[in-house]
């Protein structure tokens, strides 16, 4: 195919000079995939009157904030127990196709504002999200090939990022906990930051040897049978908030990084705080007869179970330690620790200038958890990124607990310069594949390539 040979010769040569057609949408087809869950999903392929090709896939999340954009599914359960994506798929061949063809797929902030007014709806509940979503990544993706660059260096374009490019800490969720796993443990997920690392490469070691430590431990302690992992590639062992952390000290030492590493918590509280109460329930996933009172916390209560662990720790980002509503306790916290520990809105922002504008107006967190399908298109996922920048917050790229293989985070984390990728642990091959796709990008920018390290909060790109 064209796009193979495109990819073999690639240059600062604008194709798109050359044969203008290579830029025109020709045709778009949606198709029902399924995820690393089981779960069905959408993928796009665009294809251009010039012989291109290109192929997206969306992910979809099991802990879902009630703001973000609107997944589209079936709802019919008598297949795939109602979580089928046909609808969207006939968005993408219907409305979509009939609506972009004809259109370049270098005019990406244009083609993302057409979907947005072709859906009509301010969360893309018409058409979906996973359908827009789809699209926008394929147009991002072929526009890239018919430059003749790499994605990253595409999207950074798009954003105004002229380099250098730097290579994100990967935060690697090693123990899972939540709706992620099927084990006790409150919190949804606890990181492995390797910010000592000199390289991305010497990052990814340091991750997955560490985590191999993990698991031995994982085993001595409470059995093989702990050591199964969850959606991400994290274990599951049967073990409470704090002891988690510990796990993860334990295994840092006997890999021997625990000089280069610091610890993040992704929190999730919003799965387990009790509706227009000032109650989370630490016991949410304990059998219904083991849910006992003195699990439940208030915010205020929960906040100094944060210093604590902050204390004993190095515990150095925070993820959705309250419920996406709980504005007050945020800014609270915020002001409390925010100066040392990154304190990240995940389902509190869900990648919305609006909510993002709030947060920052509010001091509520201080950093964005970046996930593209929280927002559904890549134009307005730049746009947050850039106000964050613009804030002085850092931002985390994230992937969703139902992946694909597609690698397309991985691309935007360079281009965006985040500084920071949650990709799952070093385990499961759509995890490993946007961590591997890091280590081509890492290889192509050759001496160019800077490891965000201890700059992790703010790399070198802040947006003017």
């Known amino acids: 195919m064209a796009v193979n040979l495109l990819s073999h010769l690639r240059s600062a040569l604008d194709l798109s000079s050359l044969e203008p057609s290579l830029s025109t949408i020709s045709r778009l087809n949606g198709r029902e995939i399924l995820d690393s869950r089981g779960h069905p999903t959408l993928e796009v392929e665009l294809y251009t009157e010039g012989g291109l090709q290109a192929r997206a896939a969306v992910p979809s999340g099991a802990s879902t904030g009630v703001h973000e954009a609107h997944e589209r599914r079936d709802g019919q359960s008598d297949r795939f127990g109602g979580k089928g994506v046909k609808g969207a798929v006939g968005a993408v061949d219907g409305e979509l196709n009939s609506a972009l063809k004809g259109l370049s797929v270098l005019e990406q902030q244009a083609i993302d504002e057409c979907m947005k007014a072709l859906d009509g709806t301010p969360n893309k509940e018409r058409l979906g999200a996973n359908a827009i979503l789809g699209v926008s990544i394929a147009v991002a993706k072929a526009a890239a090939d ?54 991305f490469s010497e990052a990814l070691r340091i991750g997955s040897e560490s985590y191999h430590a993990l698991k ?82 208030s915010s205020a209560e929960l906040a100094r179970m944060f210093a604590e662990l902050c204390d004993e720790f190095p515990i150095v980002t925070i993820e959705d330690p309250f419920d996406q509503d709980d504005w007050a306790a945020w800014s609270k916290l915020t002001a409390k620790l925010g100066a040392d520990v990154q304190m990240v809105g995940d389902d509190l922002t869900v990648t919305n200038v609006k909510r993002v504008r709030r947060a920052i107006e509010e001091g509520a967190c201080n950093a964005l958890l970046l996930k593209v399908n929280q927002i559904g298109t890549v134009s307005e996922a730049i746009a947050a990124v850039q106000m964050c920048k613009r804030a002085g917050w850092g931002v985390m790229c994230s992937h969703r607990s139902g992946e694909t293989e597609d690698t397309s985070i991985a691309d935007l984390a360079v281009g965006l310069c985040t500084g920071q990728i949650k990709a799952g642990a070093p385990c499961r091959s759509e995890r490993n594949a946007k961590y591997n796709q890091l280590l081509r990008i890492e290889e192509d920018l050759g001496a160019d390539a800077i490891y965000a390290g201890a700059s992790w909060r703010r790399p070198i790109w802040m947006a003017a």
């Open 216 to 297: 031995a431990i994982i085993a001595e302690r409470y059995g093989g049978d702990a050591t199964a992992v969850g959606d991400e590639g994290g274990f599951a062992p049967p073990c409470d908030a704090s002891t988690g952390v510990e796990l993860i000290m334990d295994a840092l030492r006997r890999a021997g990084h625990e000089g280069k590493c610091k610890v993040g918590i992704d929190v999730a509280a919003s799965e387990f705080k009790l509706t227009d109460e000032d109650v989370y329930d630490l016991g949410a996933w304990h059998p219904e007869g083991k849910r006992t009172p003195e699990l439940k916390r």
């Open 146 to 199: 018919v430059k003749g660059v790499p994605l990253y260096r595409h999207i950074a374009e798009l954003a105004g990022h002229s380099g250098p490019f730097v290579l994100p800490v990967p935060c690697f969720n090693v123990i899972n906990g939540g709706s992620h796993a099927g084990n006790r443990l409150p919190f949804q997920e606890y990181f492995i930051i390797p910010v000592g690392a000199a390289t």
